[in-house]
């Protein structure tokens, strides 16, 4: 009965674990690929912002979605971890553990621009509010403001994010 028991709180563990690494990546897959180009598109909505603004409001309501898929994914990638009769604590003489440990640099990885982003979003609606225009990086050919360095910035953290997300899928397929 205990080992049926175990076997039930495994596939659970499993299931959770897929959905919320496809539901984060997803996620993260839709925003860039699919919402972000339609933003941009549209343009300007009935609110005066625009297509890229629209997107970034998007993006923060999309904060809380990421960290439930994250917290989702690493408590039940340890559980399934500390089951697996094939992990052993700093022993990385097989390619299933070294491929372990290089998921979870990536889901490290993406944790951390995650939490980059979130941080940079609310930095950039801070900015917004105050409407700073005036320039703080300057280059040979242009000025940057306050604005357009923070949504650089968003921008390279989800193709970094999105990087990360596409290796940690090909890594949990080699295993």
């Known amino acids: 009965m205990l080992n049926d028991n175990l076997n039930f709180f495994v596939w659970m563990c499993r299931a959770l674990h897929i959905f919320s690494a496809v539901g984060w990546i997803g996620g993260i897959g839709f925003l860039n690929g699919v919402a972000l180009p339609i933003f941009n598109y549209m343009g300007a909505n009935n609110k005066g912002e625009s297509g890229a603004e629209a997107w970034f409001r998007v993006q923060q309501r999309f904060t809380g979605y990421v960290w439930t898929c994250a917290w989702g994914l690493g408590v039940s990638g340890i559980i399934l971890m500390l089951l697996s009769s094939n992990f052993l604590w700093f022993d990385f003489s097989t390619g299933w553990r070294a491929i ?3 998921k979870q640099i990536v889901f490290l990885c993406m944790v951390g621009a995650s939490l980059g982003i979130s941080r940079s979003v609310k930095e ?3 900015v917004v509010a105050t409407k700073t225009t005036s320039p703080v990086y300057t280059t040979d050919s242009k000025e940057l403001t306050d604005y357009e360095t923070i949504k650089w ?3 390279m953290l989800n193709k970094f994010n999105m990087v990360c ?3 940690g899928i090909l890594l949990a397929a080699a295993m």
């Open 165 to 167: 997300g596409i290796t």
């Open 153 to 155: 910035r968003i921008m």
């Open 124 to 126: 950039l609606v801070g």
């Open 100 to 102: 372990l440990l290089m």
